[in-house]
């Protein structure tokens, strides 16, 4: 068993709303960012959102803002994301991701613990 997991994938139809937990197994006492990727086919992970430790910082690509919304429940070790008015080019694997620190970090190589990632799809 990997320290996230992720689950809530499925597939929708454009303009339908899903909503990702990923559940962190291994509680941290230490700041911890945390982060969603996606990975269509044939393309590269990227990063999705990111949220740091107390919640009052975001990040989102330019694609997803005003759709989706990342948020965290650091007393149930979750983080989720919110997405709505989803479209085909939103299809992916959405993966979760954290590394220790306070900073959002957009690029896959700066984070540490990966889940398996749930498949989101899409049709027009």
């Known amino acids: 068993q990997g320290q996230l997991e992720e689950s809530g994938g499925g597939l929708v139809q454009a303009g339908d709303s899903l909503k990702l937990p990923c559940v962190a197994f291994i509680r941290s006492f230490s700041p911890v960012t945390m982060a969603w990727f996606c990975q269509a086919p044939g393309k590269e992970r990227e990063f999705v959102a990111g949220i740091n430790w107390v919640s009052t910082s975001t990040n989102y690509k330019d694609s997803v803002k005003g759709r989706f919304t990342i948020s965290r429940d650091n007393a149930e070790n979750t983080l989720y994301l919110q997405m709505n008015s989803l479209k085909p080019e939103d299809t992916a694997v959405y993966y979760c991701?954290?590394?220790?620190?306070?900073?959002?970090?957009?690029?896959?190589?700066?984070?540490?613990?990966w889940g398996r990632g749930t498949q989101v799809t899409v049709s027009s």
């Open positions: 991701a954290s590394v220790k620190g306070t900073r959002i970090l957009t690029r896959e190589a700066e984070y540490e613990y």
